[in-house]
């Protein structure tokens, strides 16, 4: 009787953790970017600017791959915000800070050079690839000649179309250089092995004042107006309950299953 009690609970744990497990890497992405939201208030992003330039470090090498466990020690981290970047089209919508640290790539998109401004020059951002869509700069392979890529800042949206998105040489550093007659934008990601570099360029379009785009203006400006909106995650509850409910079920019915056929 204790035997088969015994290997009851054992089958009941093996199926709860298996299951569990499963559920887990399906909701994961939801949870992490939870947790590793920052808070972006337009309002400071002037003063956070100034403040970093006088501590900003520009180590290119320290982009490489990064797991799971790489992102949950900047968890709550304290980081200043100097602008947003959005790209509709593949969900990319993260916060833009001054400078390279692990923190900023691991939570945003980090500026590659000391004096770059939004539109022009050559604005280069760079953030870690996360195996998730919508993740860091995960989805950016996923960027289409034509798509729309904006900047924000303060006072401005700065609108660019993508020109290109190439797979580079993670030396390639003179991708990063301005180019005579172009403004541009670069973005910068790992591939997946963290050999190479994802590179999406764009061309400067339009710098548009944020206070022109009026209540009026939403019918032509539909998209411009949804990207100023408040970009929020939501802990995803109901499937984190549901699913260890749905655990637990499963796990009992296979126990159950198991003692009556023995």
Not at 138 to 156: A, F, K, N
Not at 253 to 258: D, E, N, S
Request: net charge negative.
């Amino acid at each position: 009787m204790k035997n088969r009690v015994l290997v009851s609970s054992l089958v009941f744990i093996l199926v709860l953790t298996t299951v569990l497990f499963a559920s887990w890497l399906a909701l994961e992405d939801r949870v992490i970017s939870y947790f590793v939201q920052v808070e972006i208030d337009p309002t400071e992003f002037e003063i956070n600017l100034e403040q970093a330039i006088e501590t900003a470090e520009f180590d290119f090498s320290i982009i490489d791959e990064l797991g799971l466990a790489g992102v949950m020690p900047y968890i709550n981290e304290e980081v200043a915000p100097i602008g947003e970047i959005i790209v509709p089209s593949v969900d990319i919508h993260l916060p833009i800070f001054h400078g390279i640290t692990e923190a900023h790539i691991s939570l945003g998109a980090a500026t590659l050079t000391p004096h770059q401004q939004m539109g022009q020059g050559n604005y280069s951002l760079a953030s870690h690839y996360l195996p998730w869509d919508g993740m860091l700069f995960g989805s950016l392979y996923q960027v289409q000649i034509g798509d729309l890529i904006v900047l924000r800042d303060d006072t401005h949206l700065y609108l660019y179309e993508a020109i290109s998105n190439e797979i580079v040489s993670a030396y390639l550093v003179e991708i990063l250089d301005e180019v005579a007659g172009e403004t541009l934008i670069t973005l910068i990601t790992c591939t997946p092995d963290g050999q190479e570099r994802v590179a999406v360029q764009g061309e400067f379009k339009e710098q548009i004042l944020i206070s022109y785009l009026t209540p009026d203006e939403v019918v032509l400006n539909t998209q411009l107006i949804t990207l100023l909106e408040t970009h929020a995650v939501t802990f995803p509850w109901f499937k984190v309950i549901g699913a260890t409910t749905g655990s637990l079920m499963i796990a009992a019915l296979v126990t159950w299953l198991a003692n009556k056929k023995n």
